[in-house]
T-cell receptor
Framework: ETGVTQSPTHLIKTRGQQVTLRCSSQSGHNTVSWYQQALGQGPQFIFQYYREEENGRGNFPPRFSGLQFPNYSSELNVNALELDDSALYLC?????????????FGSGTRLTVV | AQRVTQPEKLLSVFKGAPVELKCNYSYSGSPELFWYVQYSRQRLQLLLRHISRESIKGFTADLNKGETSFHLKKPFAQEEDSAMYYCALLNAGGTSYGKLTFGQGTILTVHP
């Protein structure tokens, strides 16, 4: 059984650029969520995907978008990067029918915007 | 809106001492609460959930709906308990089912 893998582990981008972060869900998990964790803060929910459709979104602007693929891998895209987007981005997957106990988290991608 | 508050950013105790990490929540429905832990250089992982009422690594947490609290307790802290602890509340209905709202976290340090 594989866990959740995220790539890249670290990334440095310039303000105004676009970035794509990738996540491979744990085998058997068909729901994926993305969280943003700013330094010293708890993770904040960005959005959730199930069956390749977004089915929940947190308080993030539209320049944060995502995709889920048939193999349940997913992407988080952020356009027009701002300095405040610097954070650790966590991907978490779970199987249908499970709640908070079913989450498996990835190690995260550390994004720095300069 | 749902909210989770962990009032202590840092908590230090000595080995063998009791420890309590505080968590308060705000939620209009029936809450489902969790404690997650992140050890150094490891990923976030589930410690326990209130529904199961089990003890994991000696930790317990009781949901108190009257005080809207879900404090994490351990009678005798161990050095290996040193970690970041997050209290989290599950959105169990409507859109964003499965969304977790996290507190800001408490860094627990257990001194020898």
């Amino acid at each position: 059984e594989t866990g959740v893998t995220q790539s890249p582990t670290h990334l440095i981008k310039t303000r105004g650029q676009q970035v794509t972060l990738r996540c491979s869900s744990q085998s058997g998990h068909n729901t994926v969520s993305w969280y943003q964790q700013a330094l010293g803060q708890g993770p904040q929910f960005i959005f959730q995907y199930y069956r390749e459709e977004e089915n929940g979104r947190g308080n993030f602007p539209p320049r944060f978008s995502g995709l889920q693929f048939p193999n349940y891998s997913s992407e988080l895209n952020v356009n027009a990067l701002e300095l405040d987007d610097s954070a650790l981005y966590l991907c978490a997957s779970r199987a249908t029918g499970t709640g908070g106990e079913g989450y498996t988290f990835g190690s995260g991608t550390r994004l720095t915007v300069v | 809106a749902q909210r989770v508050t962990q009032p202590e950013k840092l908590l230090s105790v000595f080995k063998g001492a009791p420890v309590e990490l505080k968590c308060n929540y705000s939620y209009s429905g029936s809450p489902e609460l969790f404690w997650y832990v992140q050890y150094s250089r490891q990923r976030l992982q589930l410690l326990l959930r209130h529904i199961s009422r089990e003890s994991i690594k000696g930790f317990t947490a009781d949901l108190n709906k009257g005080e809207t609290s879900f404090h994490l307790k351990k009678p005798f802290a161990q050095e290996e308990d040193s970690a970041m602890y997050y209290c989290a509340l599950l959105n169990a209905g409507g859109t964003s089912y499965g969304k977790l709202t996290f507190g800001q976290g408490t860094i627990l340090t257990v001194h020898p």
